[in-house]
């Protein structure tokens, strides 16, 4: 597995949009440019193409860099809360221009809740029924379901 290393931008190299915590990144092995998974996925994929997963092997949109889709998936990983966007002085072009203020102790204030994924939302229970044969037989049929 590849090691995780720091982020080298607060945005993703494909949509330029500002990573937020807990978004699902990759990170090209070349430039160590992160994306959003689902941004690097389109890019991997043929427009000419009817199928629904990435090609084995794409360029990198920021350094075009040849990189093979499994490769890139050893990098999938969430963006940390503290990785979102740096501050005090860290050496990073895109993080100059625009850094949210930082409390106190130099960490990022949020400036929006973390994305939520829709699959991680709480399930709700299935209720279940019993049926009592003995109670259906002395009334001598079944209620109507609806």
Same mark, same amino acid.
């Given at each position: ?24 990144? *990759? ?29 084995? @092997?794409? @360029? ?19 963006? @940390? ?25 130099? *960490? ?39």
């Amino acid at each position: 597995q590849v090691a995780r290393q720091p982020l080298n931008s607060i945005r993703c190299g494909c949509c330029r949009e500002n990573l937020q915590a807990q978004d699902r990144i *990759l990170t090209c092995l070349g430039c160590k440019e992160p994306f959003h998974v689902t941004c690097i996925a389109q890019a991997f994929m043929d427009p000419m193409s009817s199928e629904l997963m990435p090609q084995s @092997s794409a @360029s990198c949109p920021k350094c075009n860099m040849t990189i093979e889709w499994p490769l890139l998936l050893q990098t999938a990983r969430r963006v @940390s809360p503290l990785e979102q966007a740096p501050c005090d002085g860290q050496n990073n072009s895109d993080a100059r221009q625009e850094t949210p203020p930082c409390s106190s102790g130099g *960490l990022p204030v949020p400036t929006e809740p973390p994305r939520m994924p829709l699959w991680s939302a709480e399930l709700t229970q299935i209720p279940t029924f019993e049926i009592d044969s003995d109670e259906d037989e002395d009334r001598g049929q079944a209620e109507p379901f609806f």
